[in-house]
């Protein structure tokens, strides 16, 4: 299996740039259309894409922040996912691929088998023992209710008629949300004044029509906020001078241990590798593939760039220590 048809994430490192970034699935990249958006309006949304422009105009001039509190589409989105509040985006927009965990080949636009007509997922509880690993493993970022309740004004994917704009809305919405999640760490952990304005111009984003967000360039994005992670990086990085660079490494199976403080396994392919008793202080794993990674008894929790999908790719238990803000997989051991 080529690694770009791999689930639960493949790494999306641009290999033009000296810099490193990765936001997501491969198969969420779905085509997105730079050109004019023709379709029927829907009375439920706002049809006009200059309107949410205009209304932040003024506070953009008079350096005010773009989002103010008062206007719900503009506030600082969610960065989990809450099912809760979203239309099952991901069981209906998204492929599946039983080679890549999900019990049966799924083309984009068509609703999960499993899915209620209430958008609950009808195995949610035995996923795994299915044979559903894959949908345990996915993380939105909290694009899907973003979607959902902003983008498309709690209008469900029933009521569309265009099923392949929001698919690729979703794709858009989930590359900018963990964007913003990595642009969260670099804050916590080694701020840049650099990383401001990008945050504000990410969450801007977050907040418009479907049409500006087709229209985006992601991929300058993704160089742009990689700049900005790799920066951050290496200021964390610099107290291990010694640490060895294996970025996109092929470091599948292989067995890893002692000390690897301050290491980069930026794009690293770490499927199956074991990683126990291994010193991982400050390790980079921007865009890891960790599927099956042994991390049980792994202090994991310097990390950088580790996000929450990655985590339940890996095979952990107890004893494993993670990051502030993720969370420890239901299918790991105690």
Wanted: net charge negative.
């Amino acid at each position: 299996m080529r690694p770009e048809q791999s689930l639960p994430f493949n790494c999306l490192i641009p290999r033009t740039s000296g810099h490193s970034g990765c936001y997501g699935q491969a198969h969420l990249r779905q085509p997105v259309h730079r050109g004019p958006v023709h379709r029927p309006a829907l009375r439920q949304r706002l049809r006009d894409p200059e309107r949410l422009v205009r209304r932040l105009t003024p506070a953009l001039d008079h350096g005010a922040s773009p989002h103010p509190c008062d206007d719900p589409r503009v506030a600082s989105p969610e960065l989990s996912s809450d099912c809760s509040r979203c239309f099952g985006l991901c069981c209906v927009l998204l492929p599946f691929a039983a080679s890549s965990g999900f019990g049966v080949d799924k083309p984009s636009g068509t609703p999960c088998l499993n899915l209620l007509p209430d958008d609950r997922c009808g195995i949610h509880d035995t996923l795994r023992q299915d044979g559903w690993p894959g949908c345990t493993v996915f993380e939105c970022f909290g694009a899907g209710q973003q979607v959902s309740q902003v983008t498309y004004a709690g209008v469900s994917w029933r009521e569309q008629d265009n099923l392949g704009e929001m698919a690729a809305v979703l794709s858009v919405m989930r590359q900018l949300h963990e964007m913003l999640v990595h642009l969260d760490e670099v804050d916590r952990r080694s701020p840049d004044p650099a990383a401001g304005p990008v945050r504000k111009e990410i969450e801007l984003l977050t907040a418009a029509e479907p049409e500006p967000l087709l229209l985006v360039d992601v991929d300058d994005l993704h160089v742009r906020v990689g700049e900005l992670l790799a920066d951050a990086s290496d200021r964390v990085r610099r107290r291990w001078p010694a640490a060895a660079d294996r970025t996109r490494a092929d470091l599948a199976g292989r067995r890893l241990s002692g000390d690897l403080r301050g290491w980069t396994f930026r794009g690293a392919l770490l499927i199956g590798a074991d990683l126990r008793g291994a010193e991982l202080d400050d390790v980079d794993l921007l865009g890891a593939d960790v599927r099956d990674a042994d991390v049980r008894g792994c202090d994991l929790s310097s990390a950088l760039f580790l996000t929450q999908p990655q985590v339940n790719a890996a095979r952990g238990d107890v004893g494993t220590a993670l990051p502030a803000g993720l969370s420890r997989p239901g299918h790991w051991p105690a």
